[in-house]
């Protein structure tokens, strides 16, 4: 049974770091696409950032670029997002998904872990 684990959220000061992981099992995703999604309340889930497989490329959205970064360690089955300069605007829902192949930004992944709040105070 395929499960995905998010854990590193909390509560943290505008300006504060946070780094995300997400730990998966059931199988290997060493050739898989792994991503991040966040959700605020009242908005839709949106792409936050993605590694392929092997580290081979990233990608991420233009509001978090230059201060979050994502890796995998294919050895644990685990990916991470590193978020620094967190702003109140960065408060949602953080989810890591993974998927086989298709596109990168849009929120069709296979599996989904169940989230970990991520809470940025002025």
């Known amino acids: 049974q395929v499960q995905l684990v998010e854990s590193g959220g909390g509560v943290v000061q505008a300006g504060g770091s946070l780094r995300l992981s997400c730990a998966a099992s059931?199988?290997?995703?060493?050739?898989?696409?792994m991503a991040w999604f966040r959700q605020a309340p009242g908005k839709e889930r949106e792409f936050v950032a993605a590694?392929?497989?092997?580290?081979?490329?990233?990608y991420y959205t233009d509001s978090v670029k230059g201060r979050f970064t994502i890796s995998r360690d294919d050895a644990k089955n685990t990916v991470y997002l590193q978020m620094n300069g967190l702003k109140p605007e960065d408060t949602a829902v953080y989810y890591c998904?993974?998927?086989?192949?298709?596109?990168?930004?849009?929120?069709?992944?296979?599996?989904w872990g169940q989230g970990t709040q991520v809470t940025v105070s002025p």
């Open positions: 998904a993974v998927k086989a192949r298709g596109l990168i930004r849009t929120p069709s992944y296979d599996y």
């Open positions: 590694i392929t497989r092997s580290g081979g490329s990233t």
């Open positions: 059931g199988r290997s995703f060493s050739t898989y696409t």
